[in-house]
């Protein structure tokens, strides 16, 4: 009796477990840069589109001051080698849910993109709720580090979105 109970209880375990899904996209409206991350067996498919070019993708999140102008353009230039659109892979063994909405992976791939190698270290989802007097804005924020060979610090795209804008699968 208690070996069928602990087969059906790892068996009920292992079904729930691989009915987690780590899917999701998240595009603004008017849409600009979007991120998709689909399910390929064991990898994580990350796609990133830049819907009006490399010229308006997002390349820094933060305060800037004149003397990072300089910086922000060697970034910027580096970064648009990634192109309008692009796929970088994690293993899903690598991949986490924390709560609805709220993810990480690690350990994406290396890949050459317009000629300069760049890896997906990490990407990133996080619920940010900014209260101003009364009002509570709730958004999405998702980050992806990209590691530039030969170029230092690892970037960041960092992108957020209306909670509308997103969709997790279940």
Not at 29 to 38: D, Q
Not at 115 to 123: D, T
Request: net charge negative; charged share 20%.
């Amino acid at each position: 009796m208690h070996r069928c109970l602990a087969l059906f209880l790892m068996v009920s375990f292992v079904a729930e477990a691989k009915q987690i899904s780590f899917d999701f996209k998240c595009e603004s409206n008017p849409k600009t840069t979007s991120f998709i991350l689909e399910t390929s067996g064991e990898e994580m498919l990350l796609t990133t589109k830049h819907v009006n070019g490399v010229d308006f993708m997002p390349v820094h999140e933060g305060i800037i001051t004149p003397h990072d102008l300089t910086y922000l353009t060697e970034v910027s230039t580096q970064l648009k080698h990634m192109g309008m659109q692009n796929l970088f892979r994690f293993p899903k063994s690598r991949c986490k849910i924390y709560g609805e909405g709220v993810m990480s992976c690690f350990g994406g791939n290396s890949q050459v993109l317009d000629g300069v190698k760049m890896q997906a270290l990490s990407l990133n989802t996080q619920k940010v709720t900014t209260q101003l007097f009364d009002d509570k804005v709730e958004s999405i924020k998702v980050i992806l580090d990209v590691n530039i060979d030969g170029f230092t610090p690892v970037q960041e795209i960092t992108m957020e979105y209306s909670p509308d804008d997103c969709i997790f699968s279940k």
